[in-house]
């Protein structure tokens, strides 16, 4: 039998708000465990809620950029449960009146068309803290530095049908939280978690089969790992006339494992209510008109005005207006050198996969900026260095050795000798002591061979200039020479 | 000096006659021999007062006083003080110590006020006699002589207690259902619940955030006037606080009744109200009358479903409120835990006394999946109901008049085992609650030798009417100065 797989995704962002939802701590991530919790994020009695406002701001920005509704009066629930990190025994969110309604973001897929996925609703609630379970024999700690950050929970119609769009949702919100600049984006420090619903259903047929959620996914990666296994799960049970369970699934990235959590008739009972310490938050039209005028270019728009603007290919504009530093980055360095390809594949290229190697997600935080990769690119373009050359350029600067695009060309001696005389004395040398490879070529009819055993006089004809003659002149000269 | 009202004392001071140092110390000495007959504190502060007396004779000196400054008083073990150990009468909180000041300690602190102790309270201001209090029950002044321990009301009832024991001028309290109102009528004394948000929760101890109120309890209206100029105002930490200017209570008291209009409830002359206590309260009206108040019945049909709206909603709020008391980080762990589970189950099932789990499982239960609507939901839409009942008398009257309580103090044991007639002790204020009104209890008189409240209601933010109201009914009655024997 053929199946559908439908993806619904639930995703908590923290929002990058100073301090925390409820009280005046801050929300600094790595502190020293329980440095960051006040009276009110410990829970000491008496101690009250009072919302901030920012969080506010952030989610009906993040609703402003999805198209969504706005909750014009929104309120807070308490959801009661126990946990030894969950410090007022309940955990302070929305759920009958949320922040931000109906809404929906477009996904590029690989095919090239874009989908539409909608979402359900975003709250605002509180994150809770951490259980600490290693260096404790026999008990565990707590550490309530977390607990209060500011989330959204992001809840997504199940609108996705494979691995690869649920991947391309959440990169895209990714991108756009991290745009907005209401989220750091950093996924290895939990600013962003994901929480997968997986059914299967026969395929067309207009009824969801049975749903698991999988829980607490941290990278992209992971959710990946974590879809395919589960379909796979149930693709298993239903093949063989099972049925699936409806519960809560914990995976494990390093193993491909998934195990349950609960199923739903062991499922906590929340008794959700209103929370009585906190008054309904009525949002009205100037608050979201300040908060329509504080959108800074949203990935979407800033792609086509790359492609506009720069003449970029989609795929290019859409990889770089992704990050918006890696655009400002992009653009800065196009306006410098005026060679907006170029920076697209150094950035596309080089760059990206040294940041990728050396885990660096911010180029902001790279050593080598915009007006540096503008200035070797210029020196490409005038041909004071090879393409060989500028990649050891590009390692000094990248290491931070130094800034200067000229000092290392001249410190490491990588200037191209563009002296034509210079250079036909060095081929005449080369061609003379090769007179075997000079008469094979010369007997050789096939222009792609010909072309091919050039390439063997670029070698020694490198090594007698000590790299630095003009490859593209050598080429002409050799040309004419051996045509001669 | 044990005699005087806060006024009074306040005077003394500012004259001269004695220092802050000397009445704290008289004070101190009083509550150290008295309070073993009534139990009415917890915690006295004996070198933290003397050093804040001391501090407050500087204060004066410097010509910064305030009508508080010097003053002795006593919180009600519900308001946390910065280094003071703050129980809620519970085992639970037995030694903790908040690292912070709730907003209304605070305030007296900033006015030089002397506190001098922590009052004994119903476990987490749950009760209605003071009886479920860790710290054991608390007796009242009244009736002592007769060789029976009656109970002081409650939650307040260590504060009422101890302001008519002369142990202090003045008492904080708070008010929930009636937890001010009850013990200031069973107690002889005058006391006012504030209209919700008027005084900041932040530091008082929650028991149902939607209801509970912070205020004032005192001998004179005068006093209870003094006591909320303190307490009132908007804090930023408090989100239900209300940001609305703080007149001087004590500039209208004078005022005169004349034209005011009085309505009394119909459903609060009932027949739950006994002969008796219907003529203290009724002679106290026409004390209003004699001084030009006209007076009308008015109905409240939606009164008697208050009691049960109460006790869906307010242990509801409590349910979750109470859940932070899990032994994690503060207060009662039990010895050993095993593991998590046995670690939340033994520290709630030791920690807690019976009437606390009671009303948490009754509001765990009122919230659960499949119940919510028929309880917590329809509850408030009674209090809805309840509201607009007091939203349309108070088109035609200036503040209502009724009984406290159905009958004046009760023996201690009396109700303990039977938890429906306790509740029902609070049928004339709990509706005050469920509508965010206040209102205030005024001694009116006595009932086989027992004070009987006057409550008098107001609509919101009506509190200066209120006091004036009682004060002028002080000007033309002793109710409020009779001593026990």
């Known amino acids: ?124 609630e509180e994150d809770a803290g951490k259980s600490l379970h290693e260096d404790f024999h026999g008990m565990s700690g707590i550490d309530l530095n977390r607990a209060g950050t500011p989330l959204i929970e992001v809840v997504t119609e199940p609108d996705m049908n ?178 907006p390809k170029l920076v697209a594949n150094w950035l596309n290229g080089e760059i990206a996969s040294r940041m990728n190697q050396e885990n660096i997600r911010n180029i902001a935080l790279a050593f080598i900026g915009p007006d540096v990769i503008a200035s070797l690119i210029t020196r490409i373009k005038d041909s004071t260095i090879s393409s060989a050359g500028a990649k050891k350029v590009f390692d000094a600067l990248w290491t931070g050795e130094n800034d200067s695009v000229d000092a290392i060309i001249e410190d490491k001696g990588l200037k191209q000798v563009s002296d034509t005389g210079a250079l036909e004395t060095m081929v005449d040398e080369v061609l003379a002591s090769m007179p075997e490879q000079v008469e094979q070529y010369q007997n050789e009819d096939n222009p792609k061979k010909r072309k091919k055993m050039l390439g063997g006089f670029m070698g020694p004809l490198m090594k007698a200039s000590k790299g630095q003659g003009n490859p593209k002149l050598f080429n002409e000269i050799l040309v004419r020479k051996l045509g001669e | 000096m044990h005699n005087k009202s ?67 008083f006593a919180h009600k073990d519900i308001f946390c003080t910065n280094g003071t150990r703050t129980t809620c009468g519970s085992k639970m909180l037995e030694n903790f110590v908040p690292p912070y000041d709730a907003t209304v300690a605070e305030k007296f602190k900033a006015a ?27 007796t009242n002044p009244w009736g002592l002589s007769s060789g029976q321990k009656r109970v002081p009301g409650g939650s307040s009832g260590g504060s009422a207690a101890a302001v008519a024991a002369r142990l202090v001028p003045a008492a904080t309290g708070t008010d929930t259902g009636g937890s001010i109102r009850q013990p200031a009528a069973l107690c002889g004394i005058s006391g006012l619940k504030p209209t919700y948000g008027r005084v900041s929760r932040y530091g008082m101890i929650a028991f149902a955030s939607s209801l509970d109120q912070g205020g004032t309890m005192a001998r004179t209206a005068e006093d209870n006037a003094l006591m909320l100029n303190v307490m009132a105002g908007f804090d930023p930490r408090d989100s239900t606080s209300i940001d609305r200017e703080v007149p001087d209570y004590t500039a209208t008291l004078d005022q005169s009744l004349k034209g005011m209009k009085i309505g009394l409830p119909r459903e609060y002359f009932s027949d739950q109200l006994s002969p008796a206590m219907a003529e203290q309260v009724r002679n106290a009206i026409s004390e209003y009358e004699k001084q030009g108040a006209i007076v009308q019945e008015v109905s409240l049909p939606n009164a008697k479903l208050a009691i049960a709206a109460y006790y869906v909603i307010a242990p509801a709020e409590a349910s979750a409120n109470l859940s932070r008391f899990d032994g994690v980080r503060y207060g009662y762990r039990c010895e050993d835990p095993k593991d998590l589970m046995d670690m939340y189950t033994r520290t709630r099932a030791e920690g807690f006394g019976n009437e606390v789990k009671r009303r ?40 209502l008049m009724s009984p406290v309580t159905p009958s004046p103090a009760f023996a201690q044991g009396e109700k303990t085992t039977d938890p429906v007639a306790m509740y029902l002790e609070d049928v004339f204020t709990i509706a005050i609650n469920l509508a965010g009104l206040p209102a205030m209890s005024v001694p009116a008189g006595f009932v086989d030798g027992l004070p009987v409240g006057l409550q008098i209601i107001g609509d919101h933010f009506s509190e200066a009417r209120l006091l004036n109201a009682a004060h002028q009914f002080q000007q033309a009655t002793d109710w409020h100065l009779r001593e026990p024997k």
């Open chain 1, 1 to 124: 039998m053929q199946w559908d797989i439908v993806i619904g995704l639930e995703i908590h962002v923290q929002l990058a708000t100073r301090t925390k939802i409820f009280s005046g701590s801050s929300t600094a991530y790595g502190a020293e465990p329980n440095t960051q919790a006040n009276a009110v994020d410990l829970a000491m009695p008496g101690t009250l809620p009072v919302p901030n406002e920012n969080a506010f701001r952030y989610a009906v920005m993040f609703g402003l950029a999805t198209n969504a509704e706005i909750g014009r009066r929104s309120m807070f629930e308490r959801k009661n449960y126990f946990y030894p990190d969950l410090p007022k025994g309940y955990q302070t969110t929305q759920l009958a009146q949320p922040i931000v309604g109906p809404g929906h973001m477009d996904i590029d897929l690989p095919s090239g068309d874009t989908k539409r996925v909608r979402i359900h609703h975003a709250h605002l």
């Open chain 2, 6 to 72: 806060v006024a009074e004392l306040s005077r003394e001071l500012e004259s001269g006659k004695i220092s802050s140092v000397e009445l704290t110390q008289q004070f101190l000495d009083r509550l150290k021999q008295e309070d073993g007959k009534y139990n009415s504190f917890i915690t006295v502060c004996e070198d933290q007062a003397l050093a804040d007396a001391k501090a407050a004779d500087d204060m004066r000196a410097a010509g910064r006083a305030t009508p508080w400054t010097g003053v002795p």
């Open chain 2, 112 to 138: 030089g006020a002397v506190c001098l102790g922590k009052t004994n309270m119903d476990e987490f201001a749950m009760g209605s006699s003071n009886e479920s209090s860790h710290f054991g029950a608390v």
């Open chain 2, 360 to 399: 948490i499982l009754v509001g765990t239960y009122a919230l659960s999946h499949g119940y919510y609507d028929a309880y917590y939901l329809q509850a408030q839409k009674v209090r809805r109901l309840i509201q607009q009942d007091f939203i349309n008398a108070f088109k035609d009257v200036d503040v």
């Open chain 1, 162 to 339: 494979s691995a690869e769009e649920a991947v391309a949702f959440a990169k895209k919100l990714h991108s756009l939280v991290t745009s907005l600049g209401i989220c750091d984006g950093d996924m290895s420090q939990g600013s962003m978690r994901f929480d997968v619903n997986i059914s299967l259903k026969p395929k067309g047929s207009d009824e969801l089969g049975t749903r698991t959620e999988t829980k607490n996914l941290n990278s992209f990666r992971f959710m990946e790992q974590a879809i395919h296994h589960e379909v796979e799960r149930q693709l298993d049970i239903l093949e063989d006339g099972g049925r699936i369970v409806q519960e809560t699934r914990l995976y494990n990235g390093d193993r491909d494992e998934s195990r349950s959590m609960r199923t739903k008739e062991e499922a906590n009972d929340y008794r959700y209510f209103p929370c009585p310490d906190l008054l309904p938050v009525e949002i009205d039209d100037s608050f979201i008109e300040e908060a329509r005028n504080s959108l800074p270019e949203l990935p979407d728009e800033r792609k086509a005005r790359l492609m506009e603007e720069y003449d970029l290919n989609s795929a290019d504009a859409s990889t770089i207006s992704s990050d918006s530093n890696m655009a400002n980055f992009f653009e800065e360095a196009s306006r410098r050198c005026g060679e």
